[in-house]
């Protein structure tokens, strides 16, 4: 028989007569411990076992003495004053009856793409070769290049698609795209400045608006399901050789290999005979227990919740929507540089430095399979080359332009909905762009700079703590707080700016400090490159950033007129924020 599974709940720790009082936020629970136990708690968020989670203590705090059965005895006290969550109590909330709920219509497809119509010619053949084109609703393409005759040849290719796809695609191109904004502000004039803040890319010149064209996506598809794809995928599925039976519930890890070229994988990886579109549909907008009942799982078991954040999975519940699907990537990562690597677990990194070249492959080359091993719950979503989106629920926008938009809206999507999920499914699509992208063979750093990630943090600080709290009042409050950091000062921005990016840098500190414990069966060179980067985060700790180092800041560019461009943003995001809901109703009827 497994042991039942605990982690701490929620808590707030006060000083109280020379000890610390523990304060269950859930329950109400109450304990009053030594400040060395209240900092070993900290550690036990996630489910694991009792003796494994003081086999985990006694390893990291050697003060400890190597005595688990003491630990396990502690441990066991916390649990008994109701301060450990239950697995199982999670479980009976998933497993609890629920309404029967409505076959679901097809999905709506909308492809991205920015300047490249050699991409979207090979898109569309792939479609035509491999999907399912009839289970799709309506199929759009999203035009969000600059150069005109790339419009024009992709109009074109649309045109020639339409010819022989049984569901017609509809070209969404810029003078489409002008045109929904104009009858969106004749229909709303009060929310222009917010409108125009979301759907316009005359202000973000020369950046990149990935997010303005998934807004567009989002508008055209308001209460349907929708299935977002990357210009340069192919619609195929395939599954690695490392499957596993059941399902997981996750923070958002995923796993990883690494190989010399396309040619690698594609002798490693298994091609699915399924549309990989109606793959995403298959669980898109179901309640989780019927998303596990579609998975195999007739009842949810503790063991899918082992290593599990205590602080999310307590808000999940029987009718918790999977409002985003996700699939993992053959082929480029999809990342902006290879500083991701001191996230994977031991399994990748056992497979990353068996491959020929070791470490210094991995860094050189951008040929990976980023993904799940069996399909995996997680609190909000990460990058994905194609996403499904259950657009009948009130999604967030997403910041119009900049990198980083999609942590963005996964941290807002949490905040409106903190019982929803994002499941990611155990299989791939190829993720090959048509220009080549190299690594960097010294290793780009991992250092967190900052960036529209940092503003994950300051939306969490205010995210209430009961999930009863109703979307109206989260989407007030969520707009009340980007006109906060609107209306800061500069030394307020400069604050902010230095706290946020400290918490990020101290997370990634406590990685690279774990990863160089562990590092002893994984070879000297991963262990310098672990230290390495250690080094250059102590270092950045030490150092009081200005609002001008951010990434992406114009060299001549200084810390005010930084300031006053983050306020404007603030501000226009906040007034976009406001008209999202009316923007979406009227924009079924343009």
């Known amino acids: 028989m497994t042991e039942p599974l605990y982690a701490m709940d929620d808590h707030d720790s006060l000083p109280a007569a020379g000890a610390v009082l523990l304060l269950a936020r859930t329950t109400g ?69 629920t309404a029967a709920s409505p076959d679901l219509d097809r999905t709506v497809a909308c492809i991205i793409t920015c300047d490249r119509p050699a991409a979207v010619e090979r898109l569309l053949e792939s479609l035509l070769r491999s999907a399912r084109l009839a289970r799709q609703k309506q199929l759009i393409l999203i035009d969000d290049s600059r150069d005109a005759a790339n419009c024009s040849a992709n109009a074109a290719a649309v045109e020639r698609f339409n010819v022989l796809s049984p569901t017609s695609m509809h070209y969404f191109g810029p003078e489409e795209q002008a045109q929904l904004t104009r009858d969106a502000i004749a229909r709303l004039p009060g929310h222009e400045a917010g409108i125009r803040f979301l759907l316009q890319r005359d202000s973000w010149q020369g950046m990149p608006t990935y997010g303005r064209a998934r807004n567009l996506a989002l508008l055209l598809t308001a209460g349907e399901r929708c299935i977002m794809l990357d210009d340069d995928v192919l619609s195929e599925a395939y599954r690695l050789p490392y499957g596993q039976a059941g399902v997981a519930f996750s923070d958002g890890g995923r796993e990883a290999d690494f190989y010399r070229d396309a040619r690698d994988w594609q002798q490693i990886a298994v091609k699915q005979e399924f549309d990989p579109l109606v793959g995403h549909g298959r669980c898109l907008g179901m309640g ?16 899918c919740l082992e290593a599990a954040s205590a602080a999310w999975c307590g808000r999940i519940n029987a009718d918790s929507p999977v409002l985003v699907t996700q699939s993992g990537s053959l082929g480029d990562p999809g990342t902006g540089n290879n500083a991701w690597l001191p996230n994977l677990e031991s399994a990748s990194l056992q497979r990353m430095l068996a491959r020929p070249g070791g470490l210094g492959s991995a860094l050189s080359l951008r040929q990976n399979w980023l993904g799940q091993a069996l399909p995996t719950f997680t609190v909000r979503p990460v990058i994905s080359q194609v996403t499904g989106l259950d657009n009948r629920a ?27 999920l994002t499941l990611e499914y155990d299989w791939a699509v190829p993720h090959q ?36 709290v109703g979307l109206a009042t989260r989407m007030a409050l969520l707009c ?31 990685t690279l400090e774990e990863g160089i414990r562990d590092s002893a069966a994984l070879g000297e060179d991963w262990r310098l490159y672990l230290e390495r980067n250690r080094q250059a985060c102590v270092a950045a700790l030490q150092q009081s950033p200005e609002l001008a180092e951010l990434p992406g800041v114009p060299e001549a560019m200084g810390s005010a007129a930084v300031a006053a461009a983050i306020r404007e943003r603030a501000a226009g995001f906040a007034a976009g924020l406001r008209a999202w809901d009316q923007l979406r109703e009227v924009c079924r009827l343009c």
């Open 29 to 97: 629970a109450r304990l009053s411990v030594t400040a060395d136990v209240a900092v070993a708690l900290q550690q036990c968020t996630a489910f694991r076992s009792l003796q494994d989670h003081a086999r985990q203590l006694v390893r990291q705090f050697p003060q400890l003495g190597g005595n688990v059965a003491d630990v396990t005895r502690v441990l066991q006290q916390v649990r008994d004053v109701g301060m450990l969550l239950p697995a199982a109590r999670v479980c009976a909330h998933v497993n609890a009856p």
């Open 480 to 510: 009340c707080r980007f006109e906060e950091l609107g209306e800061l000062s500069d030394a307020g921005l400069t604050a902010r700016f230095r706290a946020g990016l400290a918490r990020l840098q101290v997370v990634h500190l406590q």
């Open 288 to 303: 989780l227990s019927r998303a596990l009942r579609t998975l195999g799982l007739d009842t949810m078991q503790e063991a």
């Open 433 to 468: 762009p048509l220009e080549e992208r190299r690594g960097n063979p010294a290793g780009d750093p991992t250092v967190p700079r900052g960036g529209l990630g940092l503003l994950a943090g300051f939306i969490d600080e205010i995210q209430p703590g009961d999930p009863e």
């Open 394 to 420: 009130l999604l967030p926008p997403y910041f119009p332009a900049l990198r980083g938009e999609d942590q963005l809206f996964g941290s807002m999507l949490d905040f409106l909905h903190p019982d929803s």
